[in-house]
């Protein structure tokens, strides 16, 4: 026999001093002492957006919340806050072209070059521990009813806690974005076989070891201790898996607290956890608690020897006389039941590989406490106990006094934080886990930007003049192509999107004028598509129009005489409006639509034997010189191109453009369009993105109620003159608060952007270099002339050239032309 008593160890491992022992039900663990813990990651608002009353209102409804919890309850608020190095990859994007493919590399190389991008991620692990047995079965036979008596001691526990925090997510959703770590099920090898993960249990284990990937459980999952299979060394700095790991402790409270008062926290380019732990306690106990502790300072107030002789002397100690009324207003709180009280235990827990470089960003976090009026020390002796308290579901450890209640708890966690963005396009219709539509390096903690919100992405971009509108669109137009199958139909005024669109190979026309390639016009031939009955109405509707448009006033036999004609050419060989004319039989028809055919001033772009007009996937229409041709004149090219782009949306994803759209909102016809658009759209996969520098405008278009209510996502620009009058009522309308408004008001122009949607609320910059602003931000009159010379003289190759122009290094590299 081997002996092997000598390299067995009887004390206790790491393992042990973990409290986790099974999970007995979807996100339910079981620890060791019986209780029961269950967690949820959550999100609050925009900590830089929110208002001191809108912070307040938060603070309050979260004690109102956690005020119904008492005895045997335990609550433990977690940030974290982890290093973001991850930009979507070149295999998840689908550039079909050399120069977005440019452009997204190039950001993505600003992205990883610039260190320091961390982001925050917030959860709530809420604890149980049930009484004994023995207190809590006389209750269950008086009030249960006759099944719950046959249930044993373990299912009625289960079951009142889960009821219980059924009802916390409820009251907590009403102020949170929040959701429930579960366990899911994950199919294998084709469907041969399904492997369970559990989001509560990859999230202890972080916590433990400050790494996090998926954990897959058995079968059976119990004795589930073993996620702490990491090696841990106890000392004044303790050692976990060779990282360093430090404990700071938050020891000292200032006389008062206000929502969000260590919100600096949340925002250091550091990793660390940030761990608060609160243990609750029933209203007769808290009471209890504080009266011990009234007594002990009244005891202060007057000397021993006063006090043993009935004697009175001069000294009085008064910080003990004002304590002693605080610990009376505190009694009278807990007696009201409007707050609990309950042990506060707020710990920042860091890892790292060299003790010195831990000592340094320990150093950092221990000054900005103290900064805000907190005291704050870094643990040596107690570090280990510490480190093991901040543990989810930890009861034991480390527990720190005096009480506190709930109001204070709510001042204190992390609720508000910095919105990073979704990390994935939260559009369902789009393959599953597709990339944002853009991230960029935006101070310490990055931002994703979607337009998105579910399958609406319809967006309202506003901003004055100069303020770079033209620049924005540029570039939310280059990442859309990042998506496969993607197409973008704008509506420019000025070519601002010329570089652009010609150097990821669309088309751009200038309506009313010369083609890109300045030697060819645009015509159109509206008529040329007559098979369907969906098309014969289309075109006698819009033929309808055309007459109007000419002060006629239609009436039944109008409209019979175009249905006639129409029918008549669908099984004919021209289809030019010159054909409609020599064939329709009323005069009136005939002499109003002349100035639309080759006789009258509109035949240049209307009246085409065969349509010019071949649409690809990015497509813009610059229609600065049909504005000037008139409402006559612009309505009816609008509304045709407007159909042809309808008939496009198959479901792929698109995007449509409107650049100035004012001009647009201030015609009834275009006002019912985009209304329509606004509702029916989003079922087609297509998102509308409204630009406008008239604020007015939008208002008065008629259609602002669907407006705010169709286009979830609004992006607005600097604007100095949001606060004041007659400005700051329109962004009052569209739901922005006083510090919102501040925020447009003190922006950077050409360089900061606001963006607020249901999802969150953000303050971003885009982060532009010189590839990108090359063709998103290249409008002015000489760079567009040069750009044109240069395609001219050098067809696909010109961005190369042009790049080269304007000083970009290994410009032929870049864009690698296939």
Request: proline fraction near 5%; charge should be negative.
């Amino acid at each position: 026999m081997v002996a092997l008593k000598r390299f067995r160890t009887s004390g206790p491992s790491f393992a042990d001093l973990v409290p986790y022992a099974g999970l007995i039900d979807n996100g339910v663990l079981l620890l060791k002492d019986g209780s029961l813990m269950a967690g949820w990651y959550f999100a609050g608002p925009d900590s830089e957006s929110a208002t001191d009353q809108e912070r307040n209102e938060l603070s309050r409804q979260i004690n109102a919340v956690l005020s119904r919890l008492g005895s045997g309850w335990m609550i433990q608020v977690e940030a974290v806050r982890i290093p973001t190095i991850d930009y979507p990859s070149a295999g998840s994007c689908y550039f079909p072209d050399a120069v977005t493919r440019a452009i997204d590399a190039e950001r993505r190389a600003h992205f990883e070059r610039e260190h320091g991008h961390f982001e925050s991620k917030h959860a709530i692990v809420l604890t149980y521990r049930p009484l004994e047995p023995r207190k809590s079965g006389l209750t269950r036979y008086i009030y249960s009813d006759e099944a719950s008596r046959k249930a044993s001691f373990a299912e009625t526990v289960l079951h009142f806690f889960k009821m219980t925090i059924r009802e916390v997510e409820q009251y907590l959703a009403n102020s949170l974005s929040i959701q429930r770590m579960q366990t899911r099920e994950i199919s294998e090898r084709g469907g041969e076989r399904t492997a369970r993960y559990d989001e509560l249990l990859q999230f202890v284990r972080f916590c433990i070891i400050g790494e996090t990937h998926p954990l897959r459980i058995p079968g059976v999952p119990m004795y589930l201790d073993w996620v702490a299979t990491a090696e841990l060394e106890h000392g004044l700095t303790p050692r976990i898996d060779n990282r360093f790991l430090a404990v700071i402790a938050i020891d000292g409270l200032p006389a008062e607290s206000w929502p969000g008062i260590l919100n600096s926290l949340d925002l250091m380019p550091l990793t660390y956890r940030w761990s608060s732990r609160f243990v609750f306690l029933d209203a007769e106990e808290a009471r209890a608690r504080l009266e011990r502790t009234r007594k002990k300072w009244q005891q202060k107030v007057r000397p021993f020897f006063d006090q043993l002789f009935q004697t009175q002397s001069r000294s009085v100690d008064q910080d003990a006389l004002s304590m002693v009324a605080e610990t009376e207003d505190a009694i009278a709180q807990a007696s009201s039941q409007l707050v609990a009280y309950g042990y506060y235990t707020p710990v920042i827990v860091a890892f790292d590989r060299d003790r010195a470089a831990l000592q340094e960003k320990a150093e950092a976090i221990r000054r900005l406490i103290q900064a805000e009026g907190f005291g704050a020390r870094i643990e040596t002796l107690n570090a280990t106990d510490a480190y093991l308290g901040s543990l989810p579901g930890n009861w034991y450890c480390n527990i720190r006094e005096p009480l506190i209640n709930t109001s204070n708890l709510a001042d204190l966690v992390p609720l508000n934080s910095v919105w990073s963005g979704n990390p994935i396009a939260p559009c369902p219709f789009y393959p599953d886990h597709s990339p944002p539509l853009m991230q960029v390096a935006s101070g310490s903690t990055p931002f994703r930007l979607n337009l998105h919100v579910d399958d609406v992405g319809h967006t309202l971009i506003f901003g004055p003049t100069g303020s770079g509108k033209s620049t924005l669109l540029g570039l939310i137009a280059a990442q859309f192509r990042r998506y496969q199958s993607a197409q973008i139909f704008a509506f420019d005024k000025g070519n601002s999107l010329l570089p652009l669109t010609l150097a990821a190979g669309g088309d751009h026309y200038e309506i009313g004028g010369y083609g890109a390639d300045g030697a060819t016009r645009l015509a159109f031939c509206p008529l040329a598509e007559l098979e369907s009955d969906g098309d014969r109405a289309w075109a006698a509707e819009w033929l309808e129009m055309l007459v109007a448009l000419q002060g006629v006033a239609i009436s039944p036999n109008h409209r019979n005489a175009i249905s006639r004609q129409t029918a008549l050419m669908s099984t004919a060989p021209g289809r030019s409006l010159s054909d409609f004319v020599s064939g329709v039989q009323m005069r009136e028809i005939k002499d109003a639509l002349h100035h639309y055919t080759v006789d009258g001033p509109m035949g240049q772009l209307l009246d085409a034997e065969k349509d010019g007009l071949l649409l690809s996937a990015f497509q813009t229409f610059d229609i600065e010189q049909l504005m000037n041709l008139g409402e006559r004149n612009l309505v009816p090219v609008l509304t045709y191109l407007f159909h042809r782009i309808e008939k496009r949306l198959d479901g792929r994803p698109s995007l449509i453009i409107l650049d100035e759209a004012w001009l647009m909102l201030g015609h009834p016809v275009f006002r019912s369009k985009i209304r329509e658009w606004l509702k029916v759209l989003r079922k087609a996969n297509c998102a509308v993105v409204l630009a406008t520098q008239s604020i007015s405008d939008a208002e008065r278009s008629g259609i602002i109620d669907v407006l705010k209510e169709s286009c979830p996502t609004k992006i607005c620009l600097p604007n100095r003159s949001a606060r004041e009058p007659g400005t700051r009522e329109f962004y009052e309308g569209i739901g922005f608060n006083d510090r919102q408004i501040e925020i447009v008001s003190t922006s950077i122009p050409k360089r900061e952007y606001y963006v607020a949607s249901p999802e969150g609320r953000r303050l971003f910059d885009m982060s532009l270099g010189p590839v990108a602003l090359s063709f998103v931000g290249a409008s002015g009159k000489e760079a567009l002339k040069r750009i044109r010379a240069l395609k001219s003289t050098h067809g696909q190759e010109w961005p190369i050239h042009w790049l080269q122009s304007r000083g970009v290094q290994d410009a032929a590299a870049l864009l690698a032309f296939e």
